[in-house]
């Protein structure tokens, strides 16, 4: 069981709507990241922070901004969703360099 | 920068069958290697590792893999599947460095024929 936590799971909104994905984790990890990934396609880093007030853009431009301002709470936020933004995000931490990723569950967006 | 190819997207296999899925990475340095699996539903779980020491590296589940940096590969392997291997199966790599990010290949789906 991943001590990681995406809420919601499965998500279909409207487009221009706002909306935030919630991602918790209790393992008390200073990294956290976000990916993107289409149905058999690759991970695509959007997001990561490596503490409390440290966000970064990853390697795949996103519209989605992010914040960290506890250890444990890592949301994204699209200001205003579009059909483009469709796609599963997936929320992971790390303890450290020597350790690889726990993820979570995965949110499901779909924009409509 | 660092990239993760895996040249197979979708295997099946009959139960029992021998199973070696190719992952390749561009990084002349050290890196770290990475085996993830998605099982239909679930989230992405750590199968194996490799950082240093012995270039074979043993997993969850019976799978093992084996790093050969002359080749800059990390295949996975398994002796014999079980119906219950179908799933995705994630290559990555990272270089250890202050960014601490982990880079993806794109999946192979193995499908298993009971």
């Known amino acids: 069981e991943a001590d990681i936590y995406q809420t919601p799971r499965y998500l279909v909104i409207g487009t221009g709507k706002k909306i935030t994905l919630e991602c918790s984790q209790t393992m008390g990890h200073d990294k956290m990241y976000w990916y993107q990934q289409d149905p058999g396609m690759e991970l695509h880093l959007i997001h990561y922070?490596?503490?409390?007030?440290?966000?970064e853009k990853g390697d795949l431009s996103s519209e989605s901004t992010v914040s960290r301002i506890r250890t444990e709470h890592f949301p994204l936020t699209l200001e205003s969703a579009r059909p483009s933004h469709t796609s599963q995000y997936l929320c992971?931490?790390?303890?450290?360099?020597?350790?690889?990723?726990?993820f979570g569950s995965g949110t499901r967006l779909t924009v409509v | 920068a660092q990239s993760v190819s895996q040249h197979n997207h979708h295997v099946i296999l009959s139960e029992a069958a021998s199973l070696e899925l190719g992952c390749n990475y561009s990084?002349?340095?050290?890196?770290?290697l990475f085996w993830y699996v998605q099982y239909p539903g679930q989230h992405l779980q750590l199968l194996l590792k490799?950082?240093?020491?012995?270039?074979l590296v043993k997993g969850i589940k019976g799978f093992e893999a084996e790093f050969i940096k002359s080749k800059f590969s990390f295949n996975l392997r398994k002796p014999s599947v079980q119906w219950s291997d179908t799933a995705e199966y994630f290559c990555a790599v990272n270089v250890p460095s202050s960014a601490s990010k982990i880079i993806f290949g794109s999946g192979t789906r193995l499908s298993i024929r009971p």
């Open positions: 992971a931490s790390r303890q450290g360099a020597d350790y690889g990723y726990t």
């Open positions: 990084y002349g340095g050290t890196v770290n």
């Open positions: 922070s490596y503490g409390v007030n440290s966000t």
């Open positions: 490799y950082f240093s020491g012995d270039p």
